[in-house]
């Protein structure tokens, strides 16, 4: 009885639970290079998540950028066709790369 009557309580106090000033969530634009193979991260990428998981990467090797798009490929089955998967390579080592192939 006690937990109904404390269960009754807490799920109730919540409704009266109020912020008096408007939230605002904080709008994080990403920004990204444009360039060629561009179209391709668009429709291969943007599907599960934002560019910022791209860009926090930093500048990386060829190898880490194919590694990261093969992972999504294979760990969270992204549909991206192996002809995708060398555009955005391409890309990703053009515009976030460090200029080393390993
Ligand atoms: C099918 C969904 C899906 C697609 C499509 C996808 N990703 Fe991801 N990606 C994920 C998930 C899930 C994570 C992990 C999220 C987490 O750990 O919070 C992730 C994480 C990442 C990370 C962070 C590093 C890491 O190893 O987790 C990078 C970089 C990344 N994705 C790049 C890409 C790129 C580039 C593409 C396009 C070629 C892409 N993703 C397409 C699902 C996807």
């Known amino acids: 009885m ?3 009557i404390l269960t009754t309580i807490l799920s109730v106090s919540a409704l009266f639970a109020q912020v008096d000033e408007p939230v605002e969530v904080p709008y994080i634009p990403f920004e990204i290079k444009m360039g060629k193979g561009f179209d391709a991260i668009q429709a291969n990428c943007l599907m599960c998540h934002s560019f910022g998981y791209i860009i926090n990467q930093g500048p990386q090797s060829r190898k880490h950028w194919h590694g990261k798009v093969v992972k999504m490929v294979k760990h969270f089955k992204a549909p991206i ?4 998967v060398e555009i955005t390579t391409d890309y990703l ?3 976030y790369g460090n200029g080393k192939l390993e």
């Open 2 to 4: 006690k937990k109904i």
């Open 81 to 84: 066709t192996d002809e995708d």
């Open 93 to 95: 080592f053009e515009h």
